[in-house]
């Protein structure tokens, strides 16, 4: 999925839901995943929560932060589902991570 404006996604009160692409890429993955049945709802829901936890945001928030705690805890619910080794795990995030960034600049 790719913004190619590289403007923020806006709701139609005016409010952005994705503040970059990447956000918006990593919501498809997390669908994806779910669509695949990697993970079942309720436990996604759980570790994001526990992710936010300390520190809750709403959507006027930084969007970074939210979507940076839903990376790790995506991340977390892959690695234990053992779907992949954490080093090669890393490996590919750290890929798509400067493929996205080579794609936008």
Not at 15 to 38: D, G, M, Q, R
Not at 50 to 60: E, G, Q, R
Not at 63 to 70: E, F, K, T
């Amino acid at each position: 999925m790719k913004n190619v404006s590289d403007k923020p996604i806006p709701l139609p009160d005016g409010n952005e839901v994705f503040s970059a692409p990447w956000h918006c890429e990593l919501f498809a993955v997390t669908i994806s995943l779910y669509e695949k049945k990697v993970f079942d709802w309720a436990i996604w829901t759980t570790e994001l929560g526990n992710k936010l936890k300390d520190k809750p945001v709403s959507i006027a928030d930084d969007l970074d932060y939210y979507y940076s705690r839903w990376l790790e805890a995506l991340e977390e619910l892959i690695l234990s589902k053992k779907m992949m080794y954490p080093n090669d795990f890393k490996k590919e995030v750290l890929s798509q991570i400067k493929h996205i960034r080579d794609d936008h600049h």
